[in-house]
């Protein structure tokens, strides 16, 4: 099988992790799945980067699990569907652990997995194709690759349940009224307007983006009492870099 179903590309302080399997609609399997996990943990261990995109080729964002892959283990389907999930969510888990900025690009069908690759990105950007469905209970099934933690927090539970019990789909225009989405563009423009995107994310101070998302992500975690002290911290060690000082210098002269 081929290896190159994900590429990561890079243009200065932007990596791009790219989904390249179109023929099957980047269908995760056990290879796909191993790459993906692969390339997620390089980024995660390259202090050059400065943002990472996230997008695919082909027709779809992500169709989710490879349904022909899983019928063709017969017997051995569910031990098959297990080890795709356990590198799936490796891979999961390296991206989530990125202090840097995350933004997906997604298109077409973005379902069962997809979901969760292109979702738990900081910023989403869809492309007016963008179609959104869990389908899982459709197969039998239960959520992975952590949309039934990530969709309740971003569009609350009864519209999780919603999506994941009656397999709804979402046009890319619900999903941005849902908040799932940063914005819709038209498709031929779609990885255009997330370049654009990342590269202005790019030349701002890494360290303050790096606070920055921490601190709204661990927002739920913790008391307010406890943020606010979080946030003062933060605020204060930014304070005494040379990147805020030359910045607020420059802001007071204008």
């Not at 654009?196 to 008391?223: I, N």
Request: hydrophobic share 50%.
């Amino acid at each position: 099988m081929p290896d190159n179903e994900v590429r990561l590309e890079r243009d200065g302080g932007v990596a791009e992790l790219v989904l390249a399997a179109p023929q099957r609609a980047n269908a995760l399997d056990l290879h796909l799945g191993r790459q993906l996990e692969e390339t997620s943990a390089r980024l995660a261990a390259s202090p050059s980067v400065r943002v990472v995109l996230i997008r695919a080729e082909g027709p779809h964002f992500c169709v989710g699990g490879d349904v022909h892959a899983f019928a063709a283990h017969g017997g051995d389907i569910s031990a098959y569907v297990g080890q795709v999930a356990e590198v799936v969510h490796s891979a999961q888990r390296h991206l989530a652990g990125l202090a840097v900025p995350v933004i997906s690009a997604a298109h077409g069908a973005i379902a069962g997995a997809g979901v969760g690759l292109a979702f738990s990105a900081d910023l989403v950007v869809l492309a007016h194709s963008a179609k959104v469905r869990l389908a899982y209970t459709a197969i039998g099934l239960s959520p992975d690759n952590g949309a039934s933690h990530l969709l309740p927090r971003l569009i609350g539970t009864r519209r999780a349940l919603e999506l994941a019990l009656t397999n709804r789909t979402l046009t890319a225009h619900e999903a941005l009224d849902w908040g799932l989405a940063t914005a819709v563009v038209d498709d031929r423009a779609l990885v255009d307007e997330a370049r654009k995107l990342a590269d202005a994310l790019a030349r701002m101070s890494p360290e303050a983006l790096a606070a920055t998302k921490r601190l709204v992500r661990t927002a739920g975690d913790t008391t307010q009492d406890a943020h606010l002290d979080a946030e003062a911290s933060a605020i204060t060690v930014l304070a005494a870099t040379d990147t805020a000082q030359r910045a607020i210098a420059e802001f007071a002269k204008r």
